[in-house]
């Protein structure tokens, strides 16, 4: 008996006409079920469809879904650098993005900080990236009276308005002050349209 008979896996049916009689049954047990994934893991012996191996839930292992999902990840990132405006890093100014930096969620303050950053990450030339993405920025949303004052009307009667509560003056002078102390902050997301063209050995001599 093969090994594969041993561990158990799905075998399919079929009319005599050579037609799937969509009915599959575990090769290990002669049980007989109705879709390939309860054949598969019938006795618990579910087995990959991609590699063979085992798994605990459905017809793909941890491994193969955590490589399919990098694979979507690469595709997206083609497509997205195809579309994307490429800019040359020299004269570009800001924080720069690179997946998969173990760095600060993998942004940096600028094209110098990535490349001081690369220079200890990369030891081979060849695995340098040739681009990063550039960001946008932009403040944190302002605070709004209704943001503070919504949830306590709702506990009022039906036509309560915001002037209906006390210290409504005050409580918008403190929100006016508020969002005026945080206007200097910024937040920063990748923006994809845009690619930032590294040349290595420009910029990073050393390489």
């Given at each position: 008996?093969?090994?594969?008979?041993?561990?158990?896996?799905?075998v399919e049916l079929f009319h005599q006409d050579g037609k799937s009689a969509h009915i599959f049954y575990c090769s290990k047990c002669g049980v007989v079920h109705s879709t390939k994934i309860a054949a598969d893991q019938c006795h618990g012996n579910a087995?990959?469809?991609?590699?063979?191996?085992?798994?605990?839930?459905?017809?793909?292992?941890?491994?193969?879904?955590?490589?399919?999902?990098?694979?979507?990840?690469?595709?997206?990132?083609?497509?997205n650098f195809e579309k994307a405006e490429k800019i040359a890093a020299k004269g570009y100014e800001g924080f720069v993005f690179c997946d998969g930096a173990s760095h600060n969620d993998g942004y940096f303050e600028s094209v110098e900080d990535?490349?001081?950053?690369?220079?200890?990450?990369?030891?081979?030339?060849?695995?340098?990236?040739?681009?990063?993405?550039?960001?946008?920025?932009?403040?944190p949303r302002r605070v709004d009276l209704s943001d503070i004052t919504s949830n306590l009307l709702d506990d009022m009667w039906?036509?309560?308005?915001?002037?209906?509560?006390?210290?409504?003056?005050?409580?918008q002078a403190a929100i006016d002050a508020f969002n005026e102390a945080n206007k200097t902050i910024l937040i920063y997301e990748t923006d994809y349209t845009r690619a930032v063209m590294l040349s290595w050995e420009a910029e990073c001599p050393n390489k």
């Open positions: 008996m093969s090994d594969e008979v041993k561990q158990g896996h799905a087995i990959c469809e991609k590699c063979g191996g085992k798994v605990k839930y459905g017809v793909v292992c941890d491994d193969c879904q955590h490589e399919e999902f990098k694979e979507r990840e690469r595709a997206k990132e083609a497509e990535f490349i001081d950053w690369a220079e200890d990450e990369y030891e081979d030339p060849s695995q340098c990236p040739v681009y990063v993405w550039a960001c946008n920025s932009h403040p039906e036509d309560a308005d915001e002037y209906d509560l006390n210290g409504i003056p005050e409580l």
